[in-house]
Antibody, heavy 116, light 106 residues
Framework: QVQLVQSGAEVKKPGSSVKVSCKAS????????FSWVRQAPGLQLEWMGG????????LYAQKFQGRVTITADESTRTTFMEVWSLTPDDTAVYYC?????????WGQGTQVSVSS | EIVMTQSPATLSVSPGETATLSCRAS??????LAWYQQKPGQAPRLLIY???TRATGIPARFSGSGSGTEFSLTISSLQSDDLAVYYC????????FGQGTRLDIK
């Protein structure tokens, strides 16, 4: 059983950046595949990217390439997702999830609001 | 990029009846297809993976079928608790979700 606990809600100004964390308990952290998924208000789920801590190579959806950075810290069993150059369109709930392609385990979500 | 299209956008079904939700991929995803249930204010919950395998703890009322580009999720003996949005997701390469089907209970 894996549990994922995400950091708290954030309010940001346009042009700034936000870094969301996701701490995992249970399972073998290094070999798990972590994904980040966002959901804008009233809209569908959107896969942003993912990472397997062993090796540390992150993959990104084309839409987010160059504006999102996903990292992992084995010592704290935590993954991070940072979004740069925020705009109001980045207002969304951001989820971390873990699984081998499909995701049986999800964090509780982190609300990020971008407004001037 | 593989695009997932779900239909219908909204489905209204009476308690006790059966609901069938559809998901189409723009190109073959083999059987690498999952279904999720999302209730308001909650994270998605995995129902089905590998197109037809129920996730742990999911009742047999939920069943998935299909392969290649055409998939379906069937929910039998509908209950009021099944009110939710249902998403399909492929994981044959870069994952992508469909736009969701909202299931209303009459």
């Amino acid at each position: 059983q894996v549990q994922l606990v995400q950091s708290g809600a954030e309010v940001k100004k346009p042009g700034s950046s936000v870094k969301v964390s996701c701490k995992a308990s249970g399972g073998t952290f290094n070999s798990q595949a972590f994904s980040w998924v966002r959901q804008a208000p009233g809209l569908q789920l959107e896969w942003m990217g993912g990472i397997i801590p062993l090796g540390g190579i992150a993959l990104y959806a084309q839409k987010f390439q160059g504006r999102v950075t996903i990292t992992a810290d084995e010592s704290t069993r935590t993954t991070f997702m940072e979004v740069w150059s925020l705009t109001p369109d980045d207002t969304a709930v951001y989820y971390c999830a873990v699984g081998d392609g499909y995701n049986p385990y999800w964090g509780q979500g982190t609300q990020v609001s971008v407004s001037s | 990029e593989i695009v997932m299209t779900q239909s219908p956008a909204t489905l209204s079904v009476s308690p006790g009846e059966t609901a069938t939700l559809s998901c189409r991929a723009s190109q073959s995803v083999s059987s690498k297809l999952a279904w999720y249930q999302q209730k308001p204010g909650q994270a998605p919950r995995l129902l089905i993976y590998d197109a037809s395998t129920r996730a742990t703890g999911i009742p047999a009322r939920f069943s998935g079928s299909g392969s290649g580009t055409e998939f379906s999720l069937t929910i039998s003996s509908l209950q009021s608790d099944d009110l939710a949005v249902y998403y399909c997701q492929h994981y044959n390469g870069w994952p992508a979700f469909g736009q969701g089907t909202r299931l209303d209970i009459k």
